[in-house]
């Protein structure tokens, strides 16, 4: 049944919101990649689609894409993890999608 009060809009700004959010961190260079050029590549791709879960409030996948994505740009980023830090990082995003899981219910009965 569908909902009368639904906006017919929502997943265009919601796509809106995410386009934006790439091209403000592309302009203003926050992950030190470069030139904003150097910001439209497949690893920026997963991050897009895991900003664009995340506004759908999908917290599972939102993490996975953005974690994958992070972790195939790192070696090409200026500032990089240390060697503890990279050693637990999938442990730690493993962690935080099972945690997601756990909130799926709570999140799913926020949605309006």
């Known amino acids: 049944m569908k909902d009368h009060n639904s906006n017919p809009f929502k997943g265009v700004a919601k796509l809106l919101i995410t386009i934006g959010m790439v091209m403000l961190i592309a302009r203003l260079d926050l992950l030190k990649l470069g030139s904003p050029p150097d910001y ?27 974690a994958a994505g992070f972790w195939f740009l790192m070696p090409e980023m200026t500032v990089q993890l240390s060697p503890f830090y990279r050693s637990i990082y999938w442990p730690s995003v493993l962690v935080a999608v099972g945690i997601a899981f756990m909130l799926r219910p709570v999140i799913k009965s926020l949605k309006f």
């Open 40 to 66: 439209f590549t497949w690893e920026m791709l997963l991050i897009f689609f895991g900003i664009f879960n995340l506004l759908s409030l999908d917290l599972v996948t939102s993490l996975l894409l953005f």
